[in-house]
């Protein structure tokens, strides 16, 4: 089995941090520094990002890249889990959550969505990736990330975009086609009986703040906060408000 890095500070209710597509767990380093005073996080880089080596069988789906994580978190003898995933991370969440319910206590979907991939979105992420095939990963990587900011000139902007740069063009290609043919989870979210939190972003240009207002109905128990003057970034965009929003819900649901 692929061994995925994760960092492990704190004690406490376990946290647990996925990143989004061209990330690695770096993105959360403000987040694990203030949440390690109360709680146990644990935030992964996702197999072929960062540290994490892809995985051996290729190409793989994304509920096999949500077993992986939920097998560690099995082996640490982990339950009463709180999940945050930020956009692909959302996707891994929701696949984790399916798959294992009983080890997760709540979950957060951080820009991000139970839909399944349109068949307009489908396509364009199908010619993504011959687009990557034929002029390499840097061709597409060095332009991706001004675009999910807000503020295309955010100081931020800079760090994301040598993470999005670092990534090979294998981990590209593969998740962009596992993102593609994922399946919606839609029943998830009305199926599952605890806290759901959706963060959106209120200038959003990947995930409609429209489309999480409409899922966020759908859940016995969802709460919902839309961050004004933010794209798809909202941990780096607007981190002391995200980080207060969380953990006000952390408190509520103990």
């Known amino acids: 089995m692929t061994r995925l890095f994760y960092s492990d500070s704190g004690n406490g209710q376990p946290v647990v941090l996925l990143h989004g597509f061209l990330e690695t767990n770096v993105i959360w380093k403000e987040f694990s520094e203030n949440l390690s005073a109360d709680y146990r996080i644990l935030a992964f880089d996702l197999p072929g ?20 994580i939920n097998d560690v978190l099995v082996n640490l003898g982990l339950n009463d889990v709180f999940l945050i995933g930020h956009s692909l991370g959302g996707y891994v969440s929701l696949a984790m959550v399916e798959a294992r319910p009983d080890i997760f206590s709540a979950f957060c979907l951080f820009h991000s969505s139970a839909l399944a991939d349109s ?29 999910l900011f807000a503020d295309p000139n955010h100081t931020a902007v800079s760090a994301v975009k040598q993470m999005a740069i670092a990534t090979s063009e294998e981990t590209v290609t593969h998740y962009l086609g596992a993102m593609r043919d994922r399946p919606e989870r839609i029943s998830l979210l009305k199926k599952f009986p605890n ?21 966020s ?18 941990m780096v965009e607007s981190p002391v408000e995200c980080l207060t929003i969380i953990k006000e819900f952390l408190s509520h649901i103990h």
């Open 49 to 68: 990002f960062g540290q994490s080596p892809l995985p051996e069988k290729s190409p793989f789906t994304l509920n096999e890249i949500a077993g992986q």
């Open 119 to 147: 068949e307009e979105k489908k396509e364009a992420r199908t010619k993504t990736i011959d687009f990557v095939k034929k002029n390499g990963a840097l061709a597409f990587t060095s332009n991706f990330v001004p675009p």
């Open 195 to 215: 806290p759901i939190l959706f963060l959106a972003g209120e200038n959003d240009s990947v995930i409609p703040v429209k489309a999480l207002i409409e899922q």
């Open 217 to 234: 109905k759908l859940p016995k128990k969802a709460t919902i906060h839309v961050l004004t003057d933010v794209g798809h970034m909202g």
